[in-house]
Structure formats: structure tokens, C-alpha cells
């Protein structure tokens, strides 16, 4: 698999985890900056962003998003910038708020699920009114594919011209009430994908625990991975991660064991066809 680049994501901060959880979660945009930099040494080509308040709370400003985004380009050049359009820090129109920045991608949830202590709303109208957004920007869109129908959906919605192909879909598993970690489904997933998609793209993404074996499962599987603070603080049992930089270091570490060069930026653009500078119109 020499000639089968492996594309790392890094998650830098999410909207849950604070520096009480672990103190290396980085929450300004200045550390998210130095964060995301370090993970891009490291080996990661992808920076999947979110945006907190000063007091650590999840926030949908887009002045903020542009302030990273900003910060990224300068001192990341090339790296792909993925915004995320989740429903913890805002309600509706507000998720979509930044999308006008045109970042290179933004992610996409194509249907409702159940999170820990509630559930993860995605109306249909809402859904498709982010598609038409990331149509009208020229974003490409990562599929979060919570459950399986959610991989049909995403197809089904390509197929009728509400997203532009070739797809980027995204396995997540390990969320408490969602998905499990479980190699069978896994499996599932990525056949299913190949049978429906046969061009598009796909990466894992597990929770906890988990995220180490989803890494393993999709650099083995012959797909990109997802790693970094926002999904996980932990190197183990017994220790935090000391960085989002040491969690990229230990992914890019699975990608040499089964013979998976790391994705530079210019073959993650490449492979998801993302040229650079592209999305700004």
C-alpha cells in the first residue's frame, strides 16, 4: 500500500472537552494556532475547527472563525481548513454561519441521531439548506456518518445534485447512544461505501478509548483517519495526551506500521481533489 497516502485529521478542540478535562485543549485562537501548527508537523493535513468563548463555552461566531482561519492559513500554508457546521455551539441558520468564509471544507450531519444527553438534530430542511451553502461556496463537504442510513442519505443526496461528488464520508463511532465501536459494522460501512460510492472517500473517527482503534482499522482498511483532542484527551488509561500533536504522531506511527505513507497537504488536496485556493470565488 506504498502508493496509498494516508490523510490524518486533526479534531483540535470541539465544542466539549475543556482544560479541566486536560489542560493542553486549546480554546483561544492563538493557542488553537500554535495547536493546529504543531499538528501540522506532525503530519496532519486536515484541521477540523471549531470556535469557543473566552470562557471555554462552544460559540458559532463567524468573526472568530475568520480570526482562525486567518491564523491557519499564515502559519499552516496548505494545510486544508474544515469548519464545522455541529449543532453544540449553535441552532439552525446560526450553524451555518460561517460557511461564507469559504473555508476548503465544512462538515455535514445528513440526519438526526441520539448523543449523551440528547438528541442530535438535523431536520431535513436545515440539512439541505447547509448543502445548498456549501454548493454556493464551492465547499467541499465531510460527510458525518452517526449511523448507517446516514451513509444512504449522503448518497441519495449526491445523486439528485444536492451534494457535489466525488463524496467524503466520515464513520464516527463511539459516541454514548450512537454508534459503537465495532469492527463488524466498520467493515459494513466501508463495503457499503465502496457498493454505493465506488469514488468517494471515507475516513474513521472513534470516541475515547476508541479513536486509537478506528486509527488502526482505517490506515489497515486502506482509508484516512481522524484523530486529536476534540474526540479524545487520553493517551491511555493513565495519561493525558500531552498535545494534539503527540495523538497525530501516534496515528502517523499506525500509518509506517502497515506500510501507509502520511498524506502531505499537497496529496490530502490532491486525493479530495481540493486544489489549493480553489473554494474562494
Known amino acids: 500500500m506504498t502508493d496509498n497516502p494516508c490523510i490524518i485529521c486533526v479534531a483540535i478542540t470541539g465544542s466539549v472537552p475543556t482544560q479541566r478535562d486536560n489542560p493542553a485543549v486549546p480554546i483561544s485562537i492563538a493557542e488553537q494556532i500554535e495547536s493546529t501548527h504543531a499538528a501540522f508537523e506532525a503530519g496532519a493535513s486536515i484541521a477540523h475547527v471549531h470556535v469557543r468563548n473566552a470562557d471555554q463555552t462552544p460559540s458559532s461566531d ?3 472563525f475568520a480570526a482562525l482561519q486567518a491564523g491557519l492559513e499564515e502559519h499552516c500554508p496548505g494545510m486544508i481548513v474544515q469548519m464545522s457546521t455541529g449543532g453544540r455551539s449553535g441552532a439552525g441558520a446560526a450553524r451555518g454561519g460561517m460557511l461564507p468564509l469559504c473555508p476548503d471544507m465544512a462538515s455535514l450531519t445528513v440526519g438526526s441521531n441520539n448523543f ?3 438528541v442530535y438534530e438535523n431536520p431535513p430542511d436545515l440539512v439541505d439548506w447547509l448543502a445548498e451553502e456549501m454548493l454556493k461556496y464551492n465547499i467541499k463537504p465531510e460527510i458525518e456518518a452517526f449511523d448507517l442510513a446516514h451513509i444512504f442519505q449522503a448518497v441519495k443526496m449526491q445523486n439528485d445534485g444536492r451534494l457535489k461528488g466525488p463524496l467524503h464520508i466520515q464513520f464516527v463511532m463511539g459516541v ?5 465501536v465495532d469492527k463488524a459494522v466498520f467493515d459494513f460501512y466501508v463495503e457499503t461505501v465502496k457498493r454505493l460510492a465506488p469514488d468517494a472517500t471515507w475516513c474513521g473517527a472513534g470516541i475515547g478509548a476508541g479513536q486509537i482503534l478506528l486509527n488502526e482499522w482505517s490506515i489497515a482498511a486502506g482509508g484516512h483517519t481522524r484523530t486529536g483532542l476534540e474526540d479524545n484527551v487520553r493517551l491511555d488509561k493513565s495519561r493525558l ?10 496515528a502517523a506511527e499506525l500509518c509506517a506500521t502497515y506500510g501507509r505513507p502520511v498524506a502531505t497537504w499537497q496529496q490530502a488536496r490532491d486525493i479530495l481533489q481540493l486544489p489549493l485556493g480553489a473554494n474562494r470565488i
Open 116 to 118: 449523551p444527553s440528547r
Open 62 to 64: 463567524p468573526d472568530k
Open 176 to 180: 454514548k447512544n450512537a454508534m459503537p
Open 241 to 250: 495526551a500531552p498535545s494534539n500533536a503527540a495523538l497525530v504522531v501516534r
